[in-house]
């Protein structure tokens, strides 16, 4: 197959970073993400890695944690903190993989995680799944708005219309309405709502979900004891259903 084949008008490649000191396994997710067309940029240390990103912010970052120099956590942090890159999808790579690294990476602001020895094909996936889920985000800012049936949310002012009156939602209720409204028919757990919405702050219960989604449906639903808009699938989660809104 053609390299033009697989990359159909997609415009310039997305850009890879690799941070990764061991030369073998830099190769190694080099040569799977360019098999898929990434154009991949690699860098050895903590200090080159932050260096490449300021001359040039990457679409994605791969991060080993156990790096010289500036381990891969203060990377994290040192990247989140800069506001130009503060949204820069970071996939981190672990040797560990104990609950600790997840965590602390999780909490650093990296988006998903691999554990070594990973199949290149995993990392793959998830690099493709970081970068859909950024896309989606980017598309949302530059849409304003979102209009559907009786539903209205202008994204720039985080106001919500139902049936053309203005209802007050808090911001972690906006947050999930908005991963509804993006990510409609598909059933999510409580824990990957929680990863997606909630995202770093790992330690809030998974009841959490239900409770923002009582709240939701009281706003929303046209009967909330009977809802037909954030549908419950029993003993899986919730699946959002944008016909209801019709
Ligand atoms: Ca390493």
């Known amino acids: ?7 159909p008008e997609r415009g310039p490649r997305q850009k890879i970073l690799v941070v990764e000191d061991e030369s073998d396994i ?12 990434f154009a991949v940029e690699e ?6 890695a932050l260096e490449r990103i300021k001359r040039r912010a990457p679409d994605l970052m791969v991060l080993d944690l156990m790096l ?11 990247v ?17 993989g104990t609950e600790v690294d997840r965590v ?25 799944a970081l970068l859909r889920r950024a896309g989606a985000r980017g598309e949302s800012q530059r849409a304003g708005s ?11 002012t985080y106001q919500v219309f139902v049936d053309g009156k203005r209802i007050d939602l808090a911001l972690r209720e906006f947050e999930l309405l908005r991963f509804f409204v993006e990510h409609p028919l598909r059933v999510y757990t409580r824990e990957q709502l929680l990863d997606m919405v909630w995202g770093r702050d790992t330690f809030v219960e998974p009841r959490t979900v239900d409770v923002h989604v009582r709240r939701l449906r009281q706003h929303l639903e046209r009967d909330d ?15 959002f259903n944008p016909e209801a809104l019709d």
């Open 1 to 7: 197959m053609s390299l033009a084949q697989e990359q």
């Open 104 to 128: 602390l990476g999780l909490e650093m602001g990296a988006d998903d995680y691999v554990v070594k020895p990973f199949s290149p094909r995993e990392l793959v996936a998830r690099v493709k």
């Open 80 to 96: 989140r903190a800069e506001k130009a890159t503060r949204a820069l999808p970071i996939l981190i790579v672990t040797a560990k």
């Open 225 to 239: 004891a009977r809802p037909e808009l954030i549908l419950t699938v029993r003993s899986v989660g919730y699946r």
């Open 68 to 78: 010289p120099g500036a381990p891969g956590l203060e990377v994290c942090r040192m």
């Open 146 to 156: 979102y209009e559907r049936g009786r539903l209205r949310i202008d994204y720039d």
């Open 43 to 48: 860098a050895a240390s903590g200090s080159e």
């Open 26 to 37: 830099r190769e190694l997710i080099r040569y799977n993400l360019e098999q898929e067309g």
